[in-house]
């Protein structure tokens, strides 16, 4: 049995992969290269990938493959259609990385909600040892407690974020974008009460047709002059352009996005022409990619193998 990995730089160099070598013959390719992609998986039973599209353009001479195993949650990669004729099964990964995200849901909040790009640079710049008082508080910032924190998502994500607020002392109420998720343990709200009342607003949603451009100017507009928005759900939740507009015209206190429209992001990006860090924060879609996270994800694709090489149907989408 052959077992290919398409874009292990998207796991890191610091995951295991010994345990794969008991399964069958393992070959690794870095990162996708699209010229390529058909060739490398020709002759795979099982195929590793993360965004390479699964479709009949990449599997069209893969005769002997099998399953599918791909390393994110998210399933837009895969044309279900093609794949279910050619009976080829599909697994994804759940769960592995809910304490990394709702870790840096925080990280990005407090990195703009207490200024502290600003505070980092008055130290580092050696005004603080110049100074002639112990403190500074010329940029003005706020407890958490007793705030409203609005959560836009509310699945295991979304869940875990509003039980750290809570623990903050904030009151948590959320969206639900698909009018379907009742949670009796916090308060279900429509999406203009969400954008009036919140004091942070984070989005957790998957992107689709209810979510896609939710956050526009329109709603801005809506939010709170002192509101903070944080996106770890999916980049085109938010229309960018208008994000920028409402930071640069104080619309909005701050954002902080750990996904952007286009990954890698495009050097045309809007949000690049802010550069005032005590108003946004953007990384690299990091929020899932602790060490742990990432090892958690590779250990389940190795489950959701054996598992399917035992006639068993886990993680199979």
């Not at 619309?251 to 990006?269: K, R």
């Not at 250990?299 to 149907?313: A, K, M, P, Q």
Request: hydrophobic letters at 40%; proline letters at 3%; one cysteine or more.
């Amino acid at each position: 049995m052959k077992l290919v990995f398409m874009e292990t730089d998207t796991l890191g160099d610091d995951v295991d992969y010994s345990p794969f070598y008991d399964l069958g013959e393992v070959v690794k390719y870095n990162k996708s290269e699209p010229e390529y992609n058909q060739e490398r998986v020709r002759d795979a039973d099982i195929i590793v990938v993360n965004k390479i599209p699964m479709n009949e353009e990449t599997l069209k001479y893969a005769e002997h493959v099998k399953l599918i195993c791909l390393t994110a949650t998210g399933t837009n990669t895969v044309d279900f259609d093609y794949v279910r004729r050619r009976k080829i099964a599909v697994t994804n990964v759940k769960g592995y990385s809910t304490r990394s995200v709702v870790q840096h849901t925080f990280a990005l909040l407090f990195y703009v909600y207490e200024k502290l790009s600003y505070y980092d640079h008055f130290v580092k710049s050696g005004e603080y040892a110049a100074s002639d008082i112990f403190s500074r508080f010329d940029m003005k910032f706020n407890e958490l407690f007793g705030k409203t924190w609005g959560i836009i998502g509310l699945g295991e994500i979304g869940r875990g974020v509003a039980r750290v607020a809570e623990a903050f002392g904030c009151r948590v109420i959320y969206y639900s974008t698909s009018g379907k998720n009742t949670n009796s343990s916090w308060e279900r709200v429509d999406f203009d009460v969400l954008l009036h009342e919140s004091d942070i607003i984070s989005i957790h949603a998957p992107l689709n047709s209810a979510t896609e451009y939710l956050i526009d100017e329109d709603a801005l507009k809506k939010m709170k002059k002192s509101a903070v928005l944080l996106n770890l759900g999916r980049g085109n939740i938010i229309r960018e352009e208008a994000l920028l507009k409402a930071l640069e015209n104080g619309e909005i206190g701050g954002a902080g996005l750990d996904v952007i429209s286009a990954e890698p992001m495009l050097p045309d990006n809007p949000l690049l022409q802010m550069k005032d860090s005590t108003k946004l924060i953007i990384t690299p879609h990091i929020a899932w990619a602790t060490v742990e996270a990432r090892r958690r994800c590779l250990y389940e694709v190795y489950e959701n193998i054996v598992s399917y090489l035992r006639g068993e149907e886990r993680n199979i989408v």
